[in-house]
């Protein structure tokens, strides 16, 4: 499976950016989808989930009612909308894929990431 993301960009505090992830190599029926981020001097982190089969989403609290992820089947991509950034979201965006399904980042997290994409920065200034 091969990750490739875009959308990544510079932004104004309380502004909006779509990141997107095309997946390719193989159909993602049965695979969970997502993102991950890591800010300068911290650990990546979970940031939102999708299951592929069933469109079930899941958020880190810090993101949820701001962000929304989703894929379109027939495009073998997903989205992760941002709204109402924060310069604390600041941080280098990683598309994420498993063949295993998620219902939880912290499960995610704790089995670890099967793919990973290059990842995409997104800044958010003050």
């Known amino acids: 499976v091969q990750l490739q993301a875009c959308g990544g960009g510079l932004v104004v505090a309380g502004g909006s950016l779509k990141l997107s992830c095309v997946a390719s190599?193989?159909?993602?029926?049965?695979?969970?989808m997502g993102w991950f981020r890591q800010a300068p001097g911290k650990e990546r982190e979970f940031v939102a989930g999708?299951?592929?089969?069933?469109?079930?989403?899941f958020y880190v609290d810090s993101v949820k009612g701001r962000f929304t992820v989703s894929r379109d089947l027939t495009k073998n991509t997903v989205y992760l909308q941002m709204n109402n950034l924060k310069p604390e979201d600041t941080a280098v965006y990683y598309c994420?894929?498993?063949?295993?399904?998620?219902?939880?980042?912290?499960?995610?997290?704790?089995?670890?990431?099967?793919?990973w994409g290059k990842g995409t920065q997104v800044t958010v200034s003050s």
């Open positions: 994420a894929a498993d063949r295993r399904t998620y219902y939880s980042g912290t499960d995610w997290s704790k089995n670890g990431v099967g793919y």
């Open positions: 190599g193989r159909t993602m029926i049965g695979y969970t």
């Open positions: 999708i299951t592929w089969r069933g469109g079930s989403t």
